[in-house]
């Protein structure tokens, strides 16, 4: 059925002070809350919403074509700013909606045919899943690889790379458990024999540092919603200029071409190939803005950071005798619980204004650098109280006691090796 809608001729008059978040009722603020679900979906950083609401505001206001004009090198300066961070070029970077988009280009560009195997892992968010089990109707052979666990899994990846084999796609860091298989390694035997590595990077990029330089990969992608903290609906893709021109033209759009008539196309040798129609600018906006402040950070500074959070975790984890998932210095800002009932637990903590994530049969706490272990205590002693409850443990007045997120509570903090640094 067809919707009539009227179109008034007038621009509604700008008034910035009626924006009203229209959800508000009974919900807690972002500041309020003990957040650790940075895995699932983070809350905006400052940066990206002042930069999408600026875009927003003069769209608004100002509207087109100005305000087009205006912004017309917002996602050059978003690949400049996201091929700093990885360190390649600015013309290997373009945007993407989400990673499960860059999944799937890769697995529609990239030239496998009939004959042709992928390996992927069994334990992969689905993004990095079902684009590639789509590809057995083009007759390619997709092996999907189990283990024990994560670490058991990927050598059980490296040990099935046959001749056969033409891509490998996997996450750099694991969303289960934050696993991060030796990506050198994984290089290394892709360039060597000649297959296709597609990396879905949202777990790792602004957790961890990376470097395409040092590392070779062919395509890696990243939804900005996670560590970046860019919002909905945006992230990015890396197209190493080597790989570039074996790629097909699974994707053509005005955006994507050189040139064009109505009987030939030249589509442009850079990653913005892969770009189709009208642009996301307020997701731009944002995540160009998350990117400038991370690279003014220093990904290097946050990585140590977020590596001495990772330890302080596991130290205050230990300290209560709760028991994770431990891959040492092979781990991003994910810890995964092994406790009963994680959706039970992820609901009490909830409650509690302490925010993690049930996760098949554990539950994840992941952070960024900028979390607090003092809320990480607090955590521990929420987690204590369910996991012992009803039991003897919990001493009347002291762990038994519902605690404020964020609040100190006298708990001796464990001894950490050295401080956290301070960036
Ligand atoms: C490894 C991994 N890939 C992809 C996604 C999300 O994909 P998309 O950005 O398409 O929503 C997630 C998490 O939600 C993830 O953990």
Redesign the pocket.
Known sequence: MTQTVAHSASVPEFNAGAVRVGISNGMKSSSEKSFFNF???APMSRAAYEAARTFMDDFYQYGPPEVLYRYDSLADNMAAEAARLINCAPAEITYLK????GIIIASEALPLGCGDEVLVLGN??P??LLPWLRKRHDGVTVKVITGSDNEAAFRRLLESISPQTRAISM?S???YDGFMPNLALLSERCRDQGIFLVI?A??HIGARAIDVAKTPVDILVC?G??YLRAGLGI?FMYVSQNVLPALRDSRVGIRSMEHFDENSYVLRNTAARFQDGTQNMAGLAALNASLREINAIGMDAIEQKNLAILQGIKAILREYKIDFIDHGMCQSNIVSLRTADPSALANFLMERGVYIKAIQDVTRVSFIHESKLEDVEVMARHLHEFLHAGTNCIRSGSLGKPETAGRRTGTKRPKLSSPLPTI
Do not use: L
């Open positions: 895995a699932t979906v989400n990673t499960t988009e992969e968010y993004a990095n996450s860091a694991q969303r879905d949202v777990q939804g919603q996670k992230g």
